[in-house]
């Protein structure tokens, strides 16, 4: 995965360039489900990836292009 600190330095980069193609980085919110919430409760919009240990990354609205897009490279690279 990705730190928190690394994300932001590379958002903050590409933030800063605006002679360069724009390049977005999408927003990742990463937390560890409540037992008091139900499933559509905690991730209302976007999309949620669930892993196996309980972590779930959230994908807000309007990112699924570009996490479709992230998990086909990775599939096709042999990375899942």
């Keep these: 995965g990705v730190s928190y600190s690394t994300y932001h330095y590379w958002q903050k980069k590409y933030s800063a360039e605006k002679d360069s193609i724009k390049q977005e980085l999408a927003p990742i919110n990463i937390k ?4 008091e919430l139900s499933l559509d409760e905690q991730a209302p919009y976007g999309v949620s990836l669930l892993f196996p240990n309980g972590l779930r990354a959230h994908f ?3 990112s ?3 996490l479709m897009e ?6 096709q690279e042999g990375h899942v």
């Design 32 to 35: 560890r489900p409540t037992a």
């Design 60 to 62: 807000g609205n309007g």
């Design 64 to 66: 699924e292009k570009l």
């Design 70 to 75: 992230v998990l086909n490279q990775s599939l």
